[in-house]
């Protein structure tokens, strides 16, 4: 069963801690990214990579980190210098990077992870 | 800034109307435009992307992508109690590695 897993569904942290979030695709999927959806908000790009042991940061990436040992695991570190962590957080991932000239594909979401830190 | 702008509703229609869901772009380099439904506390699922001007119909969706105009929109036939979500336009440009998302337009199909 092809898919993207997160886990866990729900994370509650308490301030000051690190808390690592998981992401796993067995979709063969080269390009791999992590977002935050805060309410009434869009979507905001945290980190992308678009092959393996290679990353890049997005539009919010302060506070965050992340690594790409395998191709199908992109775990996002949210640390405790990230201000507002609570949120519910995207991990998503397309066949091969966006950006390529002439090449389009499309992007896919996993079930996401709402961390709530306290 | 790449903005793409979404009335964010609420937007009720009558079950078996259409609904029309509009967006807009700025920059002029977009080249793929993507549709999600987002259900309340679950993850964005694609629905419809298009790439070139015109339309794309797909059962009961159709996108409608105007480039001069900067204006992707998504209309829904016949729509349904089961299409009440929230839908996000999406857009990715030449050369780039993001996707770029709107805040969302909140549907409500009234039964």
């Known amino acids: 069963d092809g898919g993207i897993t997160q886990s866990p569904k729900y994370l509650f942290r308490k301030e000051g801690q690190n808390v690592t979030l998981s992401c796993e695709q067995n979709?063969?999927?080269?390009?791999m990214y992590w977002y935050r959806q805060d309410p009434g908000q869009g979507l905001r790009l945290i980190y992308y990579?678009?092959?393996?042991?290679?990353?890049q940061k997005g539009d919010i990436a302060e506070g965050y980190s992340v690594s790409r040992e395998k191709k199908e695991s992109f775990p996002l570190t949210v640390t405790s210098a990230q201000k507002n962590p609570t949120a519910f957080y995207l991990c998503?991932?397309?066949?091969?990077?966006?950006?390529?000239?002439?090449?389009?594909?499309?992007?896919?979401f996993g079930p996401g992870t709402r961390l709530t830190v306290t | 800034q790449k903005e793409v702008e979404q009335n964010s509703g609420p937007l009720s229609v009558p079950e078996g109307a259409i609904a029309s869901l509009n967006c807009t772009y700025s920059?002029?380099?977009?080249?793929?435009f993507f549709w999600y439904r987002q259900y309340s506390g679950k993850s964005p699922e694609l629905i419809m992307f298009i790439y070139s001007n015109g339309d794309k119909e797909d059962g009961r969706f159709t996108a409608q992508l105007n480039k001069a105009s900067q204006y992707v929109s998504l209309l829904i036939r016949d729509s349904q109690p089961s299409d009440s979500a929230t839908y996000l336009c999406?857009?990715?440009?030449?050369?780039?590695?993001?996707?770029?998302f709107g805040t969302g337009t909140s549907l409500t199909v009234i039964p």
């Open positions: 979709l063969n999927h080269d390009a």
């Open positions: 990579s678009q092959i393996v042991n290679d990353f």
């Open positions: 999406a857009v990715n440009i030449v050369g780039g590695n993001q996707f770029y």
């Open positions: 998503a991932s397309s066949p091969t990077p966006l950006g390529l000239a002439g090449v389009r594909y499309e992007q896919y």
């Open positions: 920059d002029r380099g977009s080249q793929s």
